[in-house]
């Protein structure tokens, strides 16, 4: 089964603060695709980014970054020098290719991060 | 912004009413998502639909149902509500996964309360 663990609930730093976000999935296909969304207060789901499971590099963008390990299972995200604005709930979540050619998109529990000025 | 809109944004209903939550794409996209999102446990996937009159069960599906006669148009249908379906429901289009990873695009949100 898919399965995808945000084990942070909830996490608050200072700003300026770097802090990363945890994430572990399962799964048992070798095709798959791991992605983090992010929430803010106003309840819109916003894409951040995606990676497929054949492509370990890691990416940077900004002040985010991901550090994807398939060894380990995990897909962490990274904010570095965070701000106020970074105040949102995080999702990650995992797709895979079911037999048949069906797929589905599965969220873990979300991370919660609060940057205090 | 991918072209998905969801209806009602906001819905108050009794127990026991039928309601019908209305996912509209214009992007074409194969696949559409149903989710419901209520604190403590994230999005959880109610059921999905890969093409027209093609739809599967999520992880919550006890309780709704769901239709897709039309490429753009997905509907969760609550046959009798309950208090425990309030909830924040999210609407998503995706295109093939295959090997072009597409992103999911989200709907705004329905907001439903059931009193």
């Known amino acids: 089964a898919q399965k995808v663990t945000q084990a942070q609930t909830e996490i608050s730093v200072v700003e300026k603060e770097d802090v990363t976000l945890d994430c572990v999935y399962e799964?048992?296909?070798?095709?798959?695709?791991l992605f983090w969304y992010k929430q803010p207060p106003s309840g819109e789901l916003v894409f951040l980014i995606r990676?497929?499971?054949?492509?370990?590099q890691n990416e940077i963008s900004g002040r985010y970054s991901w550090n994807f390990q398939k060894s380990t299972s995990s897909f962490n995200f990274t904010i570095t020098a965070s701000q106020v604005v970074d105040s949102a709930v995080y999702f990650c979540?995992?797709?895979?290719?079911?037999?048949?050619?069906?797929?589905?998109?599965?969220f873990g529990k979300g991370t919660k991060l609060t940057v205090n000025p | 912004d991918a072209g998905i809109t969801q209806s009602p944004r906001h819905k108050v209903t009794e127990t026991g009413t039928p309601v019908t939550l209305r996912c509209h794409q214009t992007?074409?996209?194969?696949?559409m998502y149903w989710y419901r999102q209520d604190p403590g446990h994230g999005l959880r996937l109610i059921h999905y639909?890969?093409?027209?009159?093609?739809?599967d069960k999520g992880e919550v599906s006890d309780g709704y149902s769901v239709s897709r006669s039309k490429t753009e148009d997905f509907l969760l249908t609550l046959e009798s509500a309950t208090s425990s379906q309030t909830s924040v429901y999210f609407c998503?289009?995706?295109?093939?996964?295959?090997?072009?990873?597409?992103?999911?695009?989200f709907g705004q949100g329905t907001r439903l309360t059931v009193v």
């Open positions: 998503a289009i995706s295109d093939s996964y295959g090997s072009l990873g597409a992103e999911a695009f």
């Open positions: 799964t048992r296909d070798t095709t798959y695709y």
């Open positions: 990676r497929n499971s054949f492509d370990e």
């Open positions: 979540a995992l797709i895979a290719t079911f037999q048949g050619g069906s797929e589905k998109l599965v």
């Open positions: 992007e074409n996209h194969r696949y």
């Open positions: 639909s890969y093409g027209v009159k093609d739809t």
